[in-house]
């Protein structure tokens, strides 16, 4: 079967995206480092820079974390505080400077001590999104970091840039939206791993390089779809993955569900779909507000109310027809912890759709414990 991807680094997405973040680095474009979806790349295309993702998902660092940091805190916040620590990380050894935002209060707090590594602005995000105010406000802390970028790198931002960046990251958010729209296909034509792997890919690589590359899969999936070269049984089980981010060590749940020969048709969290669910107003005449009024609307479950998950899950579930939807929260995160009280009701009772709600870490030591429950969960459908 044609590989998505034709390059060097078919296992290894990390290593692809790394690729793309030195390679423009070399060419000039400043790293601005990232931990969360809410940070509005946009803006740093629009410097000409390029983003980099900083959160990570290895448990190796996680012992040199909590020489500082509390223990019961969420393993993501540890392992990317770890590696900054043990300066292990390649993308943060990368980066010119760093944005944050308060989400949750592990990860904000987790920044005032990265601070002394590199210039950091903080953007400050509402959190009860449809009220008002909220989008003006939002709009402020989108300046606050335009403003901040300009005067660290002595350079300006013009409203004509964040037009062409707009219209840039559209473009590649709906490729990315059209591939993750193959994971409908019965029986299935891509893997999660090929989806963790465009997620992945997109977020540092931009322009024509990469609408083409894009384009490329899609004629891929298109002609595997046609010429019925499927990566499931006809017979198999499917799971839709929602809940936290997920990656390294954590895509033990994923591969676990592999082994039940079930197919995962879909990556709801901010390391599938979800940065690349909606674009931004082109043309509007104030791209800084259409910015925020797109950010604003992810669904997060730092958000509150987060009604928008809700209609996520329905769409997804809808299209994707899971027999099973799992919902990933990573230990001590409690706003996706708290959230599943709803999810479980809603996937359940409304989309009349089985559901199974893991807690886990970035650690191996419930493996026997998860692929128990997962075998469980899908043999009740
Ligand atoms: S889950 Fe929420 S806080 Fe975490 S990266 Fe996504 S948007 Fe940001
Ligand atoms: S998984 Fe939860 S606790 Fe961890 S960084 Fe994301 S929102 Fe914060």
């Known amino acids: 079967m044609t590989p998505l991807f034709n390059d060097d680094f078919q296992e290894f997405p990390l290593k692809r995206a790394l ?72 993308f943060f050894e990368l980066t010119d400077a760093v944005v944050g935002e308060t989400t949750c209060d592990g990860k904000k707090k987790m920044f005032e001590l990265i601070q002394k590594h590199r210039p950091l602005y903080v953007m400050d995000l509402p959190q009860c999104p449809t009220n008002e105010g909220a989008v003006a406000y939002w709009r402020h802390s989108v300046n606050g970091f335009k403003q901040f970028l300009e005067e660290t790198f002595a350079t300006t931002i013009s409203d004509a840039a964040l037009e062409e960046s707009i219209r840039e990251c559209n473009r590649k958010n709906r490729l990315v939206k059209q591939i993750f729209a193959f994971g409908a296909c019965k029986p299935a034509v891509i893997t999660w791993q090929e989806m963790y792997a465009v997620a992945t890919y997109a977020m540092s690589a931009q322009g024509p390089e990469a609408i083409a590359q894009l384009e490329e899969i899609i004629a891929t999936l298109t002609a595997r779809r046609e010429q019925k070269l499927f990566t499931s049984k006809e017979s198999a089980k499917r799971v839709l993955i929602t809940g936290c981010p997920v990656g390294g060590d954590v895509l033990k749940v994923l591969k676990l569900v592999d082994e039940e020969g079930a197919a995962i048709v879909g990556l709801d969290s901010c390391t599938g779909l979800k940065p690349y669910a909606d674009v ?22 730092c958000m509150t109310p987060n009604t928008g998950r809700f209609e996520v899950l329905k769409q997804q579930v809808e299209a994707l027809k899971p027999d099973l939807v799992i919902d990933l929260v990573l230990q001590s995160c409690h706003t996706y912890n708290v959230e599943t009280v709803k999810v479980e009701s809603y996937v359940r009772e409304d989309l009349g759709t089985n559901y199974l709600k893991v807690v886990t870490d970035f650690s191996q030591q419930d493996l026997g414990q998860l692929k128990t429950r997962i075998a469980a969960a899908l043999e009740m459908n």
């Open 19 to 90: 690729a793309q973040v030195v390679g423009k680095r070399e060419a000039g474009a400043k790293v601005i480092g990232a931990y969360c979806s809410y940070a509005p790349v946009e803006v740093v295309w629009a410097m000409g820079g390029v983003p980099a993702v900083l959160c990570a998902f290895s448990n190796a660092p996680i012992p040199k974390a909590e020489e500082t940091l509390p223990v019961n805190l969420c393993p993501l916040i540890k392992s990317s505080f770890g590696f900054i620590e043990l300066k292990t990380c390649p």
């Open 280 to 301: 931004t107003e082109e043309g509007s005449g104030d791209p800084l507000l259409a910015i925020a009024k797109r950010y604003l609307q992810i669904p997060c479950a």
